[in-house]
C-alpha cells in the first residue's frame, strides 16, 4: 500500500515554477523506495485534496517566493507559514495549498505528515526550463529530497 | 444625491489570476468604472512555434490548470484539422466523455468553492465546513467524481497524456467504464442536493438585466461541448473557420489582455452563452433544474452564469451516461496501450473550437512540411468576456450606489466572479512568509 505521496505542483512553461514537475519527472528515472507515489498535479490548487486522502505521508514540491538564495530548499510544514501573511491573499490559482489542506483537515481526510518543500525561484517568467541557476543546484536539490524521502518511508 | 463611493478591489479573489475593480463616484456621478486586468502577457502563441505537432498539445495543456482538458482538445483539433489526421467515432466519444469531465469539474469548483461563499455570506470555503458540513461534502463528492472520470480517461486528473494527434495512446478498459456509469447514475442525490442549496441561496444574485450578445457552439446533434459551429444569438450562425471576424479582438489601455466584440460593445462566452444558444438540447434532467431556477433563453441576466454553470453539470452527468452506454452497446475495440496513430505529416492551417468552461476556445496553427509549427492563435474565452464584465459594470454601478460601500463592493466582486474568469493559470508559486 502507498504511504507516502509526493506531489509536485507547478507549471513547466513558467521556467522555475516547473521545479516540482522536474524533480517528479527526474525521480520517475530512479529507484524509489517501496510504498512511495510520485505525483504531477501541475497548476490546479484544489485538485490536491483528493489526492491527499490517499497518503498517510505526503511531501508537497513548489517553487516559493520567500527571503533567501534562488535554488536554496527548505523543508517546512503548514504551521510554520505565516497564514496572515501573503500567502492567503496572493494565491495565483482557484484555492491556495493551504486551503486545500485545512479543508482536508476538516474533512478528516489529512495526511498525518504533511512536509512542503520549497525551492526558491530565481525568473518564473514564461519559458520552458529551469534557470542556469537552478539547473547547476539541480543535483544537490534532488538529492535532498532523496533524503527526506528515506526518512519518511 | 451625495453618494460618493470609492471602492478599489486590487487582486479580486476567488477568481483564476488578477484583476481590479476600481469605481469612483462624487456626489452620485461615476467618475471612474474599470474592471482592469493586470496580468502580464503570456506569449503562448510564440512559445509553441518550432516545435513539432506531437508536442503542441502538451505545451497548450500547461497554459491553464483547469481547463487543460480543454486547451488540450482544442489543441488537437487544430493539429487533425491542419493535417488532415481522421479519429475514430469510439475516441470522439471518449473525447466528449473527458470534456463533460472538464466542465464539471470547473463549474462544480467554482459553484461550490468560489461562489457559494458569496450566496452564504462566508467569504471563504472554509466556514462551511462547520456551517454546512454536509452541502460541502456533497460538492467535494460531486468534485472527485469528476477528478477520478478524467483521471480514468485521460491518464491523470490535469493536464491529461493519453489524448494524442489521432486519438488516445491508451483506452479505459469496459469494466473501468461500467464502473464509472455506476457512479455517475449514483450522483443523482447529489446534484439534487446542490441544485436545493443554489435555490435556498440563489436570492443572494442581486437582480440585474443587461442585453447583450451571447456566442458559443452550437450543433444539430446535441449540446455542444466538442464539435460545433459558431452560433450568436444577435447575428446567427457561422463556420468555425470564420473566428477572427468573430471574435474581433481589440487592445484597451486598462487591460493587459485583449478585449472582444462582434455585434455590439461587447458580448459574453460560457454556460449562460451556451444555455441560451443550445437550450432545447438539454437532457431532460437538466432542464427540469432549468425551469425550477425560471432560466429560459434568451436570459440576459450575468449572474445567472452560476446557476447555468450547475444546470450544465447535471447534463454533464447525464449525457455523460448515455455516451457510456453507447461505448457499451457497440463494444469497445480493443487498442494497445502505448498506441501510436499513423499520421502523414504534412504543410497545412488548422482551426479547432471546443467549448471549454468558460466559453468558447479557439486555436489556430500553421505547420511547415515538417510538421513544425510556424505560427499560432489562441482566443481564450475569458478574454472574450472581458468587454462584457465591463459593460455590465457601468450598468450596474451605478443602480446601486444608494447602497452601503461594503455591499457595492460585494456587488462588484460577485459580478466579476460570475463570469468565473480565468484571467491567469499560468503560474502557480506560493508566496511565503514565515512566522516570526
Known amino acids: 500500500m502507498t504511504t507516502l505521496g509526493v506531489i509536485g505542483i507547478g507549471n513547466p512553461i513558467r521556467s522555475d515554477d516547473g521545479i516540482g514537475i522536474e524533480l517528479i519527472n527526474r525521480l520517475k528515472a530512479r529507484q524509489i523506495p517501496e510504498g512511495v507515489e510520485l505525483l504531477d498535479v501541475g497548476t490546479s490548487g484544489m485538485n490536491i485534496l483528493h489526492h491527499l486522502k490517499n497518503f498517510n505521508k505526503v511531501i508537497i514540491i513548489d517553487a516559493i517566493r520567500t527571503d533567501g538564495e534562488p535554488g536554496n530548499c527548505m523543508f517546512f510544514t503548514p504551521d510554520e507559514i505565516d497564514k496572515d501573511g501573503s500567502i492567503k491573499t496572493r494565491s495565483t490559482h482557484d484555492a491556495n495549498l493551504l486551503e486545500a489542506l485545512e479543508l482536508s483537515e476538516m474533512l478528516g481526510e489529512r495526511p498525518e505528515e504533511v512536509i512542503i518543500m520549497g525551492i526558491i525561484p530565481e525568473d518564473l517568467t514564461i519559458g520552458e526550463g529551469l534557470s542556469s541557476k537552478l539547473k547547476e543546484k539541480l543535483p544537490k536539490i534532488e538529492e535532498e529530497l532523496r533524503k527526506k524521502i528515506e526518512e519518511l518511508t | ?436
Open chain 2, 1 to 436: 444625491m451625495s453618494n460618493n463611493v470609492n471602492i478599489d478591489v486590487e487582486y479580486l479573489t476567488r477568481v483564476e489570476g488578477h484583476g481590479n475593480i476600481k469605481v469612483n463616484a462624487n456626489n452620485g456621478n461615476i467618475e471612474k468604472c474599470e474592471w482592469q486586468v493586470i496580468e502580464t502577457p503570456r506569449f503562448f502563441e510564440s512559445m509553441v512555434v518550432d516545435h513539432s505537432w506531437k508536442e503542441l498539445h502538451h505545451i497548450t495543456s500547461r497554459i491553464c490548470g483547469i481547463c487543460s482538458i480543454g486547451h488540450t482538445l482544442a489543441s488537437l483539433r487544430a493539429t487533425e484539422d491542419a493535417l488532415d489526421i481522421n479519429i475514430s467515432h469510439q475516441d470522439e466519444l471518449l473525447r466528449k466523455l473527458i470534456l463533460h469531465a472538464e466542465n464539471m469539474q470547473s463549474h462544480i469548483l467554482h459553484v461550490g468553492y468560489l461562489a457559494l461563499p458569496d450566496l452564504m455570506g462566508t467569504g471563504s470555503v472554509l466556514p462551511l465546513a462547520s456551517s454546512h458540513p454536509e452541502e460541502l461534502k456533497t460538492v467535494i463528492r460531486l468534485h472527485r467524481l469528476s477528478n477520478e472520470m478524467s483521471a480514468l480517461i485521460g491518464g491523470r486528473t490535469t493536464h491529461p497524456q493519453r489524448l494524442i494527434p489521432g486519438g488516445f495512446s491508451k483506452i479505459p478498459t469496459e469494466k473501468e467504464l461500467i464502473e464509472l456509469r455506476e457512479k455517475l447514475k449514483n450522483a443523482t442525490n447529489d446534484l439534487t442536493a446542490c441544485a436545493d442549496l443554489l435555490e435556498a441561496t440563489a436570492d443572494g444574485f442581486p437582480e440585474f438585466q443587461r442585453e447583450t450578445e451571447f456566442i458559443s457552439l452550437t450543433s444539430d446533434d446535441e449540446y455542444a461541448f466538442y464539435d460545433g459551429i459558431i452560433s450568436s444569438t444577435d447575428t446567427g450562425t457561422y463556420p468555425v473557420s470564420d473566428y477572427l471576424n468573430v471574435t474581433n479582438e481589440f487592445v484597451v489601455d486598462q487591460s493587459t489582455a485583449k478585449f472582444a466584440k462582434n455585434n455590439r460593445e461587447s458580448y459574453m462566452v460560457g454556460a449562460l452563452a451556451r444555455l441560451n444558444n443550445n437550450y432545447d438540447q438539454l437532457a431532460p434532467m437538466a432542464k427540469g433544474v432549468a425551469e425550477r431556477f425560471n432560466l429560459k433563453p434568451v436570459n440576459h441576466n450575468p449572474f445567472m452564469n452560476n446557476v447555468a454553470q450547475l444546470i450544465e453539470v447535471v447534463h454533464n452527468v447525464r449525457d455523460s451516461i448515455k455516451i457510456i452506454d453507447v461505448l457499451l452497446g457497440e463494444g469497445l475495440e480493443p487498442q494497445d496501450d502505448y498506441y501510436e496513430p499513423k499520421v502523414k505529416v504534412k504543410q497545412g492551417r488548422g482551426i479547432g473550437a471546443v467549448e471549454v468552461p468558460r466559453g468558447i476556445l479557439f486555436h489556430d496553427y500553421t505547420y511547415n512540411e515538417d510538421g513544425t509549427c510556424t505560427a499560432a492563435n489562441c482566443v481564450i474565452p475569458t478574454n472574450q468576456n472581458h468587454a462584457n464584465i465591463q459593460k455590465d459594470m457601468e450598468k450596474l454601478a451605478p443602480s446601486i450606489l444608494d447602497k452601503p460601500q461594503d455591499e457595492i463592493k460585494l456587488n462588484l466582486e460577485m459580478l466579476v466572479r460570475a463570469y468565473d474568469p480565468c484571467i491567469s493559470c499560468s503560474a502557480h508559486h506560493l508566496d511565503v512568509e514565515f512566522v516570526e
